[in-house]
């Protein structure tokens, strides 16, 4: 392993043949040449590391090879196809516009486009990134590639072919790459693998293939970070902690929770998966995979649009048996929409909790069925030690469509986790008969004023984006009323607005944190005589001046005016 060369370079394939994952066009270009029908300008689209610049090449040395394969493949051995391979051939030129995008990057192109190959029939221009030449480039270069010499041909390669002018569009024949397949990539690794004398479990190929994501070059970079930390034995477990990828494992946990509507275990395993360090978009975009790849499951006839290897595939057939069809399609519907509002979500975490409650309210029983429990673990809470005793409660029946359509919860009028949270205490007060009382008592776990307080103002201080809403929970503290009712008085009608809003967010934060599902909120706006509080800059100031006369003179020795 001393004079290890990075495998992206060496497996680089030098025939059609071995390009990975590409057999349909590579057989397309193969007859194009064996039919003698050349285009003068080709145009290959495509993510990065399909192998579009290696086709290129192959082909440049292909149509150039002194001794042509029956099937189309270079021979690799005739003086032409020796000088392509090292790279020493005058046949070949390749310009990178994603830093030569100048006029005279092109002009300097087209000067060598006039002279004939001495040796072998075509000389081939590869332009990568074509999309970035400057507009005057890309105008250079359009007479040249109307009416180009007979011995020039084109090779335009871009990710991004809807940047590319249509006036170039219209004068190329086009080839779209696609991604890569797993499978594809797994097949290359264990060749790479064994031909480098690297031990690899086929998972762990498959796990690196799936984080290269469809591109070949990536995977194989990959690859070599790997060998390099395993020491040329590449396990599973090596390549999951390692990379930091999360593993299905979790997601299959995951999944078994929201089957047994447990939320405190999706919390405590969300929670683990966050101070493990994982990116909450990540987790959730994987979650939203991991529903796709259990309904893919459900048929036979779309088993094959799963891309994992053999023994997690059995995994997910197993466990997609237990999962009712609905299911899977809400929970992906939940899913991608916590997706979507991740970004712009002020409180992350809360989102992504918010979702997981959803997602275990799922598999309710039907209404009327209330009898079976739902063990509720307390979950974490900065400064008190979880309890040991799980606190039991009635599972809620499943939630009707309006509850769970896609509809960000931050612009609901009504206030959807509450109400449903509410009604799950409701409807256990109904059913619940004696043999449940310490239960009941343990889901309504009373609390004070001040740990409320304590709870409101945790969260009053996650807040990131709103510094209005913010200040006006700093500001305007619950007051403890009867029944687990608290009272907010606020100040004036914006107040209020903010924080019925944003109570479909805190009220199942303050619920899940007091250990209590009958909290609940009113808000009223203050009588005058009440206490005001300053918010505006003016207000601030007129507090201050009243407490301080000195500022009186402040302000009119430096002449500043308060806004
Ligand atoms: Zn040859």
């Not at 036979?300 to 023994?311: C, I, P, Q």
């Not at 003016?538 to 020795?557: A, F, G, M, V």
Request: proline share 5%; glycine share 4%; aromatic share 8%.
């Amino acid at each position: 392993m001393n004079n290890y060369i990075v495998s992206a370079r060496k497996y680089r394939p030098s025939t059609f043949r071995s390009v990975v994952g590409q057999k349909s066009l590579t057989t397309t270009l193969k007859n194009a040449i064996t039919h003698h029908k050349l285009a003068h300008a080709y145009l290959f689209c495509g993510p990065r590391g399909v192998g579009k610049t290696s086709c290129a090449r192959i082909f440049a040395k292909t149509i150039n090879c002194l001794d042509l394969k029956a099937q189309g493949e270079p021979c690799n051995t005739c003086e032409s196809c020796q000088a392509f391979n090292e790279q020493r051939s005058y046949n070949i030129h390749e310009l990178d516009a994603a830093s030569n995008n100048s006029v005279d990057d092109i002009r300097s192109l087209i000067e060598q486009v006039r002279i004939p190959p001495a040796i072998g029939k075509y000389k081939v221009f590869i332009i990568d990134e074509v999309h970035m030449l400057s507009s005057q480039a890309f105008n250079a270069f359009l007479k040249t590639l109307e009416e180009p010499p007979h011995h020039v041909i084109f090779i335009l390669a871009t990710t991004e072919k809807h940047k590319v002018l249509p006036t170039i569009l219209s004068r190329c024949q086009i080839y779209d790459f696609s991604r890569i397949s797993v499978a594809d990539m797994v097949e290359h690794l264990e060749y790479v693998a064994e031909q480098e004398g690297v031990k690899a479990e086929a998972e762990a190929l498959g796990v690196i293939a799936q984080k290269a994501d469809g591109g070949m070059r990536d995977a194989l970079s990959i690859f070599d970070q790997v060998v390099s930390f395993s020491g040329g034995d590449i396990t599973y477990r090596a390549v999951i902690d390692n990379l930091n990828v999360l593993d299905c494992e979790y997601y299959f946990r995951l999944t078994d929770t929201m089957l047994e509507s447990n939320v405190s275990r999706a919390m405590l395993i969300l929670n683990e998966l966050l101070s493990k360090g994982f990116d909450g978009q990540n987790i959730i975009t994987g979650l939203s995979s991991h529903f796709r790849d259990l309904l893919v499951c459900k048929d036979e006839a779309t088993l094959v649009l799963l891309e994992t290897g053999a023994s997690i595939r059995e995994r997910y057939k197993e466990t997609a048996r237990r999962c009712p069809d609905k299911f899977l399609f809400k929970a992906i519907e939940i899913a991608n929409t916590c997706d979507l509002n991740y970004r712009v979500s002020r409180n992350k975490r809360l989102l992504l909790e918010l979702t997981l409650i959803q997602l275990c309210q799922l598999t309710g029983p039907d209404p009327g069925d209330s009898k079976k429990k739902l063990p509720i673990e307390p979950i974490d809470r900065p400064g008190k030690q979880p309890q040991a005793a799980p606190v039991a409660a009635t599972k809620q029946s499943p939630p009707t469509v309006a509850e769970t359509t896609a509809e960000p919860p931050r612009h609901t009028t009504q206030p959807l986790m509450s109400t449903s949270i509410r009604n799950l205490g409701k409807e256990e007060k109904e059913t619940a008969k004696p043999t449940a009382v310490s239960d009941v008592k343990e889901q309504q776990t009373p609390f004070s004023e001040a740990e409320l307080t304590t709870v409101w103002e945790e969260y009053a201080q996650s807040i990131e984006k709103n510094e209005y809403l913010k200040n006006t929970m700093i500001n305007c503290k619950p007051i403890l009323q009867e029944n687990y009712l608290f009272e907010v008085i606020v100040h004036n009608p914006g107040q209020e607005d903010e924080l019925r809003n944003e109570s479909v967010k805190f009220l199942p934060y303050l619920q899940s944190h007091l250990r209590n599902i009958q909290v609940d909120m009113k808000i009223r706006i203050s009588e005058t005589n009440e206490k005001k509080l300053a918010y505006t800059t003016s207000e601030k100031y007129e507090y201050l001046r009243k407490q301080n006369p000195l500022l009186n003179r402040l302000t009119s020795e430096f002449n500043l005016q308060p806004d």
